[in-house]
């Protein structure tokens, strides 16, 4: 069992930035692959980005690329959603998630899953 934490979410102007957070309680946190997805209020839950057990790739949606970021740190079992330029639709709960697959899209591939953290964008 693998308990993810995000924290880092809140309020912030548009072209702002903010930096996720997701701490992962097992020490084993470097077999799994790590994704982000997010929700917004009526919409589908979407796939942000990914990044594998190493960190040494990532895999991110169209919509993302240039603007947010992934990073983790295997030492802390935390992995990172770094989020700049933001636009008042980024505004959504957002997940991260683990994954035993490589990096992958799909919400099925995907094991275990945090209870999200709210961003909030202001125009």
């Known amino acids: 069992q693998v308990r993810l934490v995000e924290s880092g979410g809140g309020l912030v102007q548009a072209g702002g930035s903010l930096r996720l957070s997701c701490a992962a309680s097992?020490?084993?946190?470097?077999?799994?692959?790590m994704g982000w997805f997010r929700q917004a209020p009526g919409k589908e839950r979407e796939f942000v980005g990914a990044?594998?057990?190493?960190?040494?790739?990532?895999y991110y949606a169209d919509s993302m690329k240039g603007r947010f970021t992934i990073s983790r740190d295997n030492a802390k079992n935390t992995v990172y959603l770094q989020m700049n330029s933001l636009k008042p639709e980024d505004a959504a709960i957002y997940y991260c998630?683990?994954?035993?697959?490589?990096?992958?899209?799909?919400?099925?591939?995907?094991?275990?899953w945090g209870q999200g953290t709210q961003v909030t964008v202001s125009s």
């Open positions: 998630a683990a994954s035993l697959s490589a990096l992958r899209s799909t919400e099925a591939s995907y094991d275990f």
């Open positions: 097992a020490h084993i946190f470097k077999n799994y692959a």
């Open positions: 990044i594998s057990r190493s960190g040494d790739n990532t």
